[in-house]
């Protein structure tokens, strides 16, 4: 056991001094490089997915140099490397920090394009699964936080090259977010729960009507109001759902087929 004691000891004390290392190793090599070259080389590594190279030169540089215009824009890749490398929280504290030191910096809707990326905390795969991926099972604060940035860059920079593809995500997670309160609806329903399912179907109509989602929240309510022996609400609502959705299958009457399972069960 002591032996073993020993070993770990020793493995830890090796580790810490071959981290320390190359951290030394990075000041020394770099240590006569002007601003322009400890850019030029972070920023190479970072284009070559050198992540963590990458951010132990952008933290040189900041250190070295605090002030002008390669400070400021290794603040903001910094922020990406860490986010590319999967450090989300020291991600989301770079780009933050970017935004407080440099509020007028040009390059601002990128900033809050890249806040909102780190938000989704989304799989790096995401991009080319986007028709594919549900959001709705995904934190919906999340998706809020997300939303809120992503309608910030529209929002003050409407014309930048990123808005176009931040109004496709804040459709995408308005519909994660409706459905998301959909999915809780449907609990209640199973639960029997009639009056919370009420609210949460009423959420969703009132905050999320332009998403798929509104069609199943007016059937919820159907139902609902029913076993709540609120048969006028019902009929209400039915019509509602009928005016907006004429073709919906919520307004057939499968049990007019015995093989059928009538749609309110659904819920149970």
Same mark, same amino acid.
């Given at each position: 056991?002591?032996?073993?004691?020993?070993?770990?000891?020793?493995?830890?004390?090796?580790?810490?001094?071959?981290?320390?290392?190359?951290?030394?190793?990075?000041?020394?090599?770099?240590?006569?490089?002007?601003?322009?070259?400890?850019?030029?080389?972070?920023?190479?590594?970072?284009?070559?997915?050198?992540?963590?190279? $990458?951010?132990?030169?952008?933290?040189? @540089?900041?250190?070295? &140099? =605090?002030?002008?215009? *390669? /400070?400021?824009? %290794?603040?903001?890749?910094?922020?990406?490397?860490?986010?590319?490398?999967?450090?989300?929280?020291?991600a989301?504290?770079?780009?933050?920090q970017?935004?407080?030191?440099?509020?007028?910096?040009?390059?601002?809707?990128?900033?809050?394009?890249?806040?909102?990326?780190?938000?989704?905390?989304e799989?790096?795969?995401?991009?080319?699964?986007?028709?594919?991926?549900?959001?709705?099972?995904?934190?919906?604060?999340?998706?809020?936080? $997300?939303?809120?940035?992503?309608?910030? @860059?529209?929002?003050? &920079? =409407?014309?930048?090259? *990123? /808005?176009?593809? %931040?109004?496709?995500?804040?459709?995408?997670l308005?519909?994660?977010?409706?459905?998301?309160?959909?999915?809780?609806?449907?609990?209640?329903?199973?639960?029997?729960?009639?009056?919370?399912?009420?609210?949460?179907?009423?959420?969703?109509?009132?905050?999320?009507?332009n998403?798929?989602?509104?069609e199943?929240?007016?059937?919820?309510?159907?139902?609902?109001?029913?076993?709540?022996?609120?048969?006028?609400?019902s009929?209400?609502?039915?019509?509602?759902?009928?005016?907006?959705?004429?073709?919906?299958?919520?307004?057939?009457?499968p049990?007019?087929?015995?093989?059928?399972?009538?749609?309110?069960?659904?819920?149970?």
């Amino acid at each position: 056991m002591k032996n073993l004691f020993l070993a770990v000891a020793l493995g830890l004390l090796l580790s810490a001094c071959a981290s320390t290392s190359t951290v030394d190793k990075d000041s020394q090599v770099t240590r006569d490089w002007s601003v322009q070259r400890l850019y030029n080389e972070a920023h190479d590594e970072l284009m070559h997915r050198n992540y963590t190279h $990458a951010e132990k030169l952008y933290e040189i @540089l900041q250190a070295r &140099f =605090p002030y002008g215009s *390669y /400070a400021e824009q %290794a603040q903001l890749d910094l922020a990406y490397a860490y986010y590319k490398d999967d450090e989300n929280d020291k991600a989301l504290a770079a780009v933050e920090q970017f935004q407080r030191l440099y509020p007028q910096h040009p390059n601002m809707d990128y900033a809050l394009y890249l806040k909102a990326l780190i938000q989704l905390n989304e799989d790096k795969s995401f991009v080319s699964k986007l028709a594919k991926q549900d959001w709705s099972d995904r934190d919906p604060k999340a998706n809020r936080e $997300a939303y809120t940035t992503f309608a910030q @860059l529209v929002q003050y &920079f =409407p014309r930048s090259k *990123y /808005a176009d593809d %931040a109004r496709t995500k804040m459709q995408k997670l308005l519909e994660a977010l409706g459905g998301n309160e959909l999915s809780v609806a449907r609990y209640y329903m199973k639960r029997g729960a009639w009056l919370a399912a009420v609210g949460r179907a009423q959420t969703v109509i009132s905050q999320y009507q332009n998403t798929p989602n509104v069609e199943e929240a007016l059937a919820i309510m159907i139902s609902a109001y029913a076993n709540l022996g609120e048969q006028a609400l019902s009929d209400d609502t039915k019509r509602v759902l009928a005016q907006n959705f004429p073709d919906s299958p919520y307004l057939q009457k499968p049990w007019n087929d015995h093989n059928a399972i009538p749609w309110w069960r659904y819920w149970k």
